[in-house]
């Protein structure tokens, strides 16, 4: 089942329980908000999970994509990407939590044909301030799926004040053989959805008050369900990334950490530029800045020669057109080599800066500021540069 007939299985499946499909957002959050990044389906809908009126009604659902900093260090591992695709579902003060779980488990096994006895769900046990989630509890002990009860793993909130409640997670038999353990204890059980019940809000003392009324908030990794329906161990080997993987190790020959990385990073740089973001030293603009030199990075350790401009224009169309974007594929290459002549400038003046004599005993916080501000040199790339060699940045 390739990433598209996921989606139609999934939208038409909540369609047909009365949910309408609304258009995910960009990457980019409204002004204001202080978040860099979209980092979940919910981000766009926050007023509406607040309590504001939706025009399409109180049963939503929808891809929307996502960007996670977050999860940056984890990027080269099975399960994680910097920019995904998540598909929701959202009932606003309609349905509760119980509904949710059973829907989500006859999809998960009459729609995508998951074999129940490769699921477990975790449930919140309870604290000192909210018992425990029996009505989850009692929903996945009625359809025979095992579960385990956690507290903060259980536990979902936008912050340190805001809408919170427990959630319930649901996970899949990754490893061979029967299942075995908890997803606690075992890594090969994988989290494919997590279905939060935004019951309460918690006070600025750290109080809970109940809300106004109750809603549930759905999100499913689009990459991870596919490439788990796909029989694959790696969501760098689901359907998305066949063009990656079928042109850039013919480009760069690179080991298979590395490919993840740079697959990973450009892909997500292609997305980041699409909507509408340019490298800079702050915010936003950082985060991409970031990615294609950690990109860079890798490229040049073994070969300095190496360019961004080899980049096939397949993979930047695919991108873009998977990710419905109608920037140009001859603007991104072009901020893109305008990014890596910039970063090998920055790379030729830190090499010089520092083989002065001031530079060669050991740095303090003082010299870390005055080459930032001085010479514009973080302090990441100095680390690197004085370990003789450029390093993940």
Known sequence: M????????????????????????TLLPPPGDPVLFTTAGMHPLTPYLEGRPHPLGRRLVNVQRCLRTTDLEEVGDATHLTVFEMLGTWSLGDYDGPVSLDWGFRLLTEGFGIDRGRLHATVFGGDGQVGPDTDSLRLWQEHGVPVELTVEDNWWANGPVGPC????????????????????????????????????????????????????????????????????SSVFECDVFEPWRRLVPRLWPLDDPSLRLVHDHLRSAVVVVGDGVRPANTGQGYVLRRLLRRVLTVLWREDPSRSLGDLPDELVTHTLDRFRQDAGPGTVRRLLLDEERRFGRLLERGRRVLARPRFRRPLTDEDFHYLHDTHGLPRDLVLSLRGSEVTDL
């Open 2 to 25: 390739d990433t598209e007939r996921v989606v139609r299985t999934f939208t038409e499946f909540y369609e047909d329980r009365g949910h309408r499909r609304i258009t995910g957002s």
């Open 165 to 232: 409640g427990p959630d319930s997670e649901i996970f899949l038999w990754t490893g061979d053989g029967p299942p075995r353990s908890t997803p606690t204890r075992d890594d090969r059980w994988v989290e494919v959805w997590n279905h939060v019940m935004m019951r309460h809000r918690r006070l600025a003392d750290g109080t809970l008050v109940p809300l106004p009324r109750r809603n549930v908030d759905t999100g499913l990794g689009l990459e991870r369900l596919a490439t788990l329906l796909q029989g694959e």
